[in-house]
């Protein structure tokens, strides 16, 4: 079967959906609470059968997720050539630089305060704050032009699953 990278991805989000709402069923319904002397009522619960559910989504997620790691490997993005796997690695060392980015540029380049005797005390940054600024805006357009690339690429390249 041919679908898109997007389309398998959202595969996987409903496998592993499905694994939840099984592991779900079996905490509630993998034992019984009876009295001494009581009637015994049984849930369907069967730890084979669950099992069985189990094995065959995980196998299914595995089999996607390795068609869809062959394809981020050879697929190419419309930024700067790189293949989707590339793509990913660096929108992730961008968004981490973003945080660093935003926090450095939230502060002042100089402030001042007075402590509890009187004293003035100045605190500067060591770097200039409007050149953090323009490359926080550089970066924030770097992760939106990098993050179009890949979801295009993941939508227009198919794999066979």
């Known amino acids: ?35 001494a002397n009581e009637e015994v009522t049984k849930t369907d619960y069967i730890f084979d059968k669950a099992n069985s559910n189990l094995d065959l989504y995980q196998e299914q997620i595995r089999q996607i997720k390795n068609a869809i790691n062959k394809a981020n490997l050879t697929t190419k993005t419309d930024y700067k050539d790189l293949v989707i796997s590339e793509a990913l690695i660096l929108l992730a060392q961008k968004n981490n630089n973003q945080i660093r980015l935003n926090e450095l540029a939230s502060y002042k380049q100089v402030t001042r305060k007075t402590s509890y005797e009187g004293i003035i005390e100045y605190n500067e940054r060591l770097y200039d704050i409007n050149i953090v600024r323009e490359l926080l805006k550089q970066n924030t357009e770097d992760i939106h032009k990098l993050q179009t690339a890949i979801d295009k690429a993941n939508i227009l390249t198919e794999i066979e699953i």
């Open 1 to 35: 079967m041919k679908l898109s990278i997007k389309e398998a991805m959202k595969m996987i989000a409903r496998f592993e959906n499905d694994i939840q709402e099984l592991l779900d069923i079996e905490r509630r319904e993998s034992f019984i609470i009876y009295l």
